[in-house]
């Protein structure tokens, strides 16, 4: 059994950053101009990996698949980005930070990363006003802050509800300065179909122009994986269409382990299904949860409309449940909630599979507010409503606006109808304390790695992680590897071992051109979707996820048997990349159900039937799985399972409560 | 069939930006009014796969209206006949059964077009590329909170930052002018106090790379703000030039 070392400094926990930080290995400045890096994707992490580097004098090629570096999915986060400024004197610290996102995390995040995280996390938030983001503020022209899920302090940062946009088209701006200045060379509509390694190291990329359909080699010294989640698995997502688990998939095929690939967020907020030929699901922001009411019909099936159903006959099932954190409770616990009413026959819509997001009470309360504030003594219920409603369209406006366009309801009127989705995904690619994985030089970043969340994300945290890891994690961490790697010269790409990996990728592309079978891609990705969303998803048994592993194997075979491709290879050719996302989904499905049949209790996102407190909740096991389940590629439908134990030094494991 | 719109679709087919292209004409039935405009374009797609047919090509991503990547122009407006929406946003109940829509690429020849529908808009990075930025390395950050910014400069430089560079702009512009696009970036970082050490610097080369680029000029027309699907005020074209003719009277 291979061993697999995090690498975690030694020291007080407080302690081990700071030191890291003054131990590490340096490249001085000369040397770093003939150090190459490679950084694949360009979102939050991406982007600002790229320019901190290239900052520092390294050579930076960044690839990303889209038109632009400035499309990456991070555009589309919402409500915000948490930071330990304690800017509200409410209690905040880094340590709480850390203390909730461990908690959060239903404590299966290793420590050592997560207090790092938190103790950057200011920093963040500075060099972002630095760059020009443009936060909200107070009129004393101070930052504003509200509060997440699973906190009781107030320490999101955000810009309406378009935090993920302004953070990420500062780092943006920042990756195009140095374009700018040549330090970075762009290859955006390029795909990466696989790393290569030599003599056990990563030193390049295979990446294909999806314009003219070309194949390239690309030499690095370091490659840095930023290619974020693959909540696509399900079809159904809030991911963008394009989102993919190709890069980290070919990567684990090349040696690099994957870490808890059964860890998916299923977001509690989002606007329902409305029929088969759906093809996204669109989130509705989790800052909504800090004024909105969630309720179902206290009758079974229901058929009132919510306005016509009295405050009495109205349950407010977080509130009930969840007194303490109420509406505010981590995601996990709000969608598992969601569909336990659902599913006992309370849902609503003409799905049912549904629940109301009311801000009626909002709408009162803050248009009382501003007749206090206009010394208004008697207002009338129209100045209520108009006044509350004002304030409620400038904190979330856009939302609202949002909610209208997808389903011609005017949430200023009636309640908003949600149901939980796919939204984030906690697994990823294992990686140390560096954020190496363990192939040697191949590193992941932001949401493709696995590290900071445990079994379930807070609100606002993947912000935070992606633009830790690439502003101030990797400038460092990428010094302990490449100080060794000064006297490697830049390699050629005519080597034998970048000619073999382009063959082999030449020969999959036109193995699937050949397959010319009857059904489109989508006909696959969709089966694969229902397949996971029923068995994988918001909960799981023994007997149904023995039988998806087989499902999905009969679906790969039936894939690569019957899909139809059409148009050419050296083209743009959208169903071809498209092909080859969904083949390595099909493998990564199956590797998620294996994950989750070996996990025998229940924590965070992961819910197995089987495993639950008398009322309903997570029951995990500490002493059999407190560790990260870090999965080595064999062969074909072959994983082989490692552990890292996780240590809790700092923080107490109890049962996580919210009542 | 999940719906009941027919409708007949009139779309733009060019294989590459080397070669003519030219108008194609399909049907399209059982269309569900829930269903986006990019959602029926994949029922058509779909079927001309199954058909055999090479499916229409078309720039789309995060299908939530802010990453910026669909670009149609239908019925001869950017993004459709509604206002502040993009083409991933567009419902099929703001159609009627029977109707004939033409859908195009954006036109203008600094986003040439690279196939179908999808054009190439990498002229807008290299705008930013040019200036369109704060110079400030990763570290050099003072204190969030030691920089007060009066509430009502930072919500309009919000306003202005909320541009998500489609291109909507150019392709409304009978002069494909992409001074839009350019003056939102000039006038968030204007408003800024940050923005101010670059202020002279950043409004002259966006501008000269905004020219270089092939983009037309500005005749104050408008349709860029009536089409912008994030609602970016013509009044950062004014901050702009303000920006751009100060920086150029003082130039040395």
Redesign the interface.
């Known amino acids: 059994m291979t061993k697999i070392d995090a690498k975690i400094p030694d020291g007080n926990l407080a302690e081990k950053w700071t030191k890291f930080k003054s131990s590490v290995s340096l490249v001085n400045p000369s040397n770093k101009r003939s150090l190459e890096i490679i950084v694949v994707g360009s979102g939050l992490a991406g982007a600002?990996a790229a320019?901190?580097l290239a900052?520092l004098g390294y050579k930076v090629k960044v690839f990303c698949f889209?038109?632009?570096?400035?499309?990456?999915?991070s555009?589309?986060a919402q409500g915000g980005i948490n930071a330990a400024?304690n800017?509200q004197n409410d209690g905040d610290s880094v340590y709480r930070l850390f203390y909730d996102t461990i908690k959060g995390g239903d404590y299966r995040a290793r420590e050592a990363n997560v207090h790092r995280l938190a103790e950057v996390s200011g920093?963040i938030?500075?060099?972002?006003?630095?760059?020009?983001?443009?936060?909200?503020?107070?009129?004393?022209?101070?930052?504003s802050n509200r509060s997440f899920g699973g906190t009781q302090v107030q320490r999101t940062f955000y810009?309406?509800g378009?935090t993920g946009?302004?953070l990420l088209?500062g780092a943006?701006?920042?990756l195009?300065?140095q374009?700018?200045m040549g330090n970075v060379q762009?290859f955006?509509r390029h795909e990466m179909l696989d790393v290569v390694t030599i003599d056990g190291k990563a030193r390049g990329i295979i990446a294909r122009d999806s314009?003219s359909g070309a194949l390239e080699r690309h030499f690095g010294h370091a490659v840095l994986l930023c290619t974020g989640g693959y909540g696509n698995v399900f079809y159904l997502s809030?991911n963008?269409?394009?989102s993919n688990v190709t890069a980290a998939w070919k990567a684990h095929k090349k040696g690099a382990f994957f870490a808890n690939p059964c860890y998916t967020q299923i977001h509690p907020t989002c606007i329902p299904v409305?029929?088969?030929?759906?093809?996204?699901l669109?989130?509705m922001s989790e800052s909504l949860r800090n004024d909105g009411r969630i309720w179902v019909p206290k009758k079974e099936n229901d058929t009132r409309k919510a306005n016509e159903i009295p405050e009495d006959e109205r349950d407010y099932y977080l509130e009930r449940r969840y007194p303490a954190f109420g509406n505010l409770v981590p995601r996990d616990i709000a969608s598992r909630a969601a569909k336990e009413r659902c599913d006992a026959g309370f849902g609503v819509g003409s799905s049912k599979m549904a629940v109301y997001l009311d801000y009626a009470a909002a709408i009162i309360r803050y248009g009382k507010g501003e007749a206090n504030k206009h010394n208004m003594h008697s207002p009338t219920d129209e100045e209520i409503q108009s006044m509350g409603k004002a304030v409620v369209k400038e904190k979330y406006g856009n939302l609202f606006?949002?909610y209208k366009?997808?389903t011609?309801e005017d949430p200023y009127e009636v309640p908003m109808r949600i149901y939980p989705a796919v939204h984030y995904t906690m697994g990823g690619l294992w990686v140390d304390y560096n954020l190496m994985t363990t192939v040697p030089g191949l590193y992941a970043l932001g949401e493709a790695n696995f590290s900071d969340h445990g079994a379930n994300r807070l609100g606002a945290s993947a912000l935070m992680q992606g633009l830790a890891d690439g502003?101030?994690v990797i400038?460092y961490t990428i010094g302990a590897y490449l100080a060794a790697e000064i006297r490697t010269p830049s390699m050629s790409t005519d080597s034998e071992d970048f000619v073999k990996a382009e063959k082999a990728v030449q020969d999959r592309l036109e193995t699937l051109m050949n397959i010319k079978g009857?059904?489109?891609v989508?006909y696959f990705h969709k089966r694969l979707g229902k397949i996971m969303w029923d068995e994988c998803g918001m909960a799981r048994s023994e007997k149904g996820l023995k039988a998806s592993i087989k499902e999905i194997q009969a679906l790969q075979k039936e894939f690569w048997s019957d899909v139809?491709i059409?148009?050419e290879i050296n083209?743009?050719n959208?169903?071809l990349e498209k092909a080859g996302r969904v083949a390595d989904f099909l493998e990564l499905g199956e590797l998620m159900c294996i994950d989750a049949l070996d996990r025998n209790e229940s924590c965070g996102g992961h819910f197995r039937i089987e495993y639950q407190t008398e009322d309903g909740e997570a029951l995990r096991d500490d002493d059999k799985y407190a560790y990260v389940a870090a999965w080595e590629y064999e062969k074909q439908s072959s994983f082989k399972l490692h552990k890292e134990e996780l240590k809790y030094e700092n923080i107490k494991i109890a049962q996580r409560s919210y009542k | 069939m999940e719906g009941n719109l027919n409708l007949t679709l009139k779309i733009w087919r060019q294989k590459n930006t080397q070669t003519a292209g030219k108008f194609e004409t399909y049907q399209v039935s059982g269309i569900s009014t829930d269903m986006s405009f990019l959602e029926m374009i994949d029922v058509l797609n779909n079927r001309l796969i199954e058909e055999g047919d090479d499916p229409v090509a078309f720039d789309h991503d995060c299908r939530e209206g802010i990453c910026g990547m669909c670009s149609m122009y239908i019925n001869g407006r950017p993004h459709g006949p509604n206002r502040g929406v993009t083409t991933c946003q567009l419902h099929m109940r703001s159609f009627k059964d029977g109707e004939t829509i033409t859908v195009e690429p954006w036109r203008a020849s600094a986003f040439p077009v690279i196939k179908d529908l999808v054009v190439n808009r990498s002229a807008f990075d290299r705008i930013i590329a040019a200036g369109g930025f704060i110079s400030v390395n990763t570290g050099n950050a003072q204190d969030a909170n030691n920089l007060p910014i009066n509430k009502d400069n930072a919500d309009d430089a919000f306003a202005a930052a909320a541009c998500i560079g489609c291109g909507a702009c150019v392709a409304a512009c009978k002069n494909a002018s992409a001074m839009l696009f350019t003056s939102a970036k000039i006038s968030q970082l204007a408003l800024l106090p940050q923005g101010q050490i670059e202020a002279a610097t950043r409004a002259q080369a966006m501008v000269a790379q905004m020219d270089e680029e092939g983009f037309g000029a500005c005749s104050n027309t408008g349709a860029c703000e009536a089409e912008c699907p994030k609602g970016i005020s013509i009044e950062n074209i004014a901050r702009m030039n303000r920006e751009y003719f100060s920086a150029t009277f003082s130039s040395k």
């Open positions: 600002s320019a901190s900052e889209q038109d632009s570096p400035r499309r990456a999915h555009i589309a400024k800017y920093s938030i500075d060099q972002c006003v630095a760059q020009g983001v443009p936060f909200a503020r107070e009129y004393g022209g101070l930052l810009a309406a378009q946009q302004q088209l943006y701006s920042a195009q300065r374009v700018g762009l955006t314009v809030t963008a269409m394009g409305s029929g088969d030929h759906q093809s996204k669109t989130l606006d949002m366009q997808i011609g502003y101030f400038p009857s059904k489109p989508d139809k059409p148009g083209n743009l959208l169903e």
